[in-house]
T-cell receptor, first 113, second 109 residues
């Protein structure tokens, strides 16, 4: 089985632009969560989705939004990009929401110029 | 003060040495995760525990809920163990994980 896949792997945008990042969970996993990791720091929680519903949201501005599709894949959207949005964006999937093991994708490296 | 503190931030060891990485947290938790991140970004979940001790190969993780402390031990360390080790805690039924900043481990041959 394929692991968690994220696309694209790398992305360069300019300030003010919008970006969409994609995540496909492991087959059978219904929960997807998103994290932002700035260089040299630990990841920070952005969103969790389960069964297409938002189940948790971290301390991020409304410029960040996400959704989950019927096939459990997910998109993370960031509007009005700022230089500070440059980071590695990680997606993780799990079978449920109650502290099951997480499986991470390799991430999307976003650079905002 | 961060809710999750790891020590040390950096650790250099010789191949074969016993390694210990510590994690302290200040909030009530339902589970604690130990993660491994190699250069390039990919994260692998090593352990998830809410009490006691778990062992997988050369890796051992322990947690003391009363003291709000966990340790990750690596026995007979090897250069391929070189990575960033991250402690993360979850406090409820969703994945609002709170992460430590990570410990960069370098094992020299």
């Amino acid at each position: 089985d394929a692991g968690v896949t994220q696309s694209p792997t790398h992305l360069i945008k300019t300030r003010g632009q919008q970006v969409t990042l994609r995540c496909s969970p492991i087959s059978g996993h219904k929960s997807v969560s998103w994290y932002q990791q700035v260089l040299g720091q630990g990841p920070q929680f952005i969103f969790q989705y389960y069964e297409k519903e938002e189940r948790g949201r971290g301390n991020f501005p409304d410029r960040f939004s996400a959704r989950q599709f019927p096939n459990y894949s997910s998109e993370l959207n960031v509007n009005a990009l700022l230089l500070g949005d440059s980071a590695l964006y990680l997606c993780a999937s799990s079978s449920g929401t109650h502290n099951e093991k997480l499986f991470f994708g390799s991430g999307t490296q976003l650079s905002v110029l | 003060k961060n809710e999750v503190e790891q020590s040390p931030q950096n650790l250099t060891a010789q191949e074969g040495e016993f390694i210990t990485i510590n994690c302290s947290y200040s909030v009530g938790i339902s589970a604690l995760h130990w993660l491994q991140q190699h250069p390039g970004g990919g994260i692998v979940s090593l352990f998830m525990l809410s009490s006691g001790k778990k062992k997988h190969g050369r890796l051992i993780a322990t947690i003391n809920i009363q003291e709000k402390h966990s340790s990750l031990h690596i026995t007979a360390s090897h250069p391929r163990d070189s990575a960033v080790y991250i402690c993360a805690v979850s406090g409820g039924s969703n994945y609002k994980l709170t992460f430590g900043k990570g410990t960069l481990l370098t094992v020299n041959p």
